[in-house]
């Protein structure tokens, strides 16, 4: 099983009231899935602990950069 598989088991979640399995590739599971696992690595916190927790998802500061470049662009325009 690869990590991402172990990280769909142990953190998805059927997002906004849907009934039955999740799906990983339902952008309405994956994304609050992604939220949840984020909150708990502690992205609730603040700056710093939004950082670690992406970084602590994958290991590398290029890709903590780029999720967060994407993210004030979203903040922007909605």
Known sequence: ????????????????????TPDIMNPFDAVPTAAR???????????AGLRQAIFDYNHADWYVDEVLSLAAEYAQEY
């Open 1 to 20: 099983m690869c990590s991402s598989d172990l990280t769909w088991a142990q953190w998805g979640i059927d997002g906004f009231g849907d009934t039955g």
């Open 37 to 47: 696992l984020l909150c708990a690595e502690g992205a609730a916190t603040g700056t």
